[in-house]
């Protein structure tokens, strides 16, 4: 695996991170891990704790719940690098009083940092707007925020698959399809 950007999207517990991690393993690279997660209670702490445990000790890790612009920096040029996840990033944005246009902002920037990397960078996402609308106005606006930047970063992605129950479906760029089907 060479240098670009993919993406990978999907539901809650669907494999993302597995997949993140065999495609890293497989680069034949340095592998960076940017984990965007904060300890804000025991539960989450313990999630932390196991997802330190499952990566290879030869990674490094780069714990960053905010400025993924340096993260990406601080992870090297050339390492291959694995964003988890970007659904935390938002939320931790939002957490911290970011409005809207500077979370879109920031997610242009860093994700047009992945994309121009010399090494691969893949990134973890969750697609949380497949099911119903919420009730409440900021899971609304959370919802709607994470898929502008879930959109931002595809756009940017050499490559992006939609992972279900650990398997791969590559999605494909809207440019490359014709109207009509044909």
Do not use: Q
Not at 158 to 164: E, F, G, K, N, P
């Amino acid at each position: 695996m060479s240098g670009g950007l993919t993406l990978l999207i999907g539901g809650a517990r669907a494999g993302k991170s597995d997949v993140a991690m065999s495609l890293a393993s497989r680069a034949g690279a340095a592998v960076a891990f940017v984990a965007t997660a904060r300890a804000s209670d025991e539960e989450m702490a313990e999630r932390i704790r196991r997802h330190r445990a499952d990566r290879p000790s030869g990674w490094s890790t780069i714990e960053e719940p905010l400025d993924l612009e340096d993260a990406l920096e601080r992870a090297g040029d050339r390492a291959t690098t694995i964003v988890d996840c970007l659904t935390l990033w938002v939320s931790n944005l939002l957490e911290d009083g970011c409005d809207d246009d500077e979370v879109v902002a920031r997610a242009e920037r860093a994700a047009e940092r992945a994309r121009d990397r010399a090494g691969a960078t893949i990134a973890v996402t969750n697609e949380v707007g497949a099911g119903i609308v919420p009730m409440h106005p900021l899971a609304r606006r959370y919802r709607d925020l994470l898929g502008r930047v879930n959109a931002i970063w595809s756009v940017r992605a050499s490559r992006a698959v939609l992972v279900v129950a650990g398997r791969v479906v590559p999605l494909a760029d809207p440019s490359t399809l014709e109207a009509g089907g044909g």
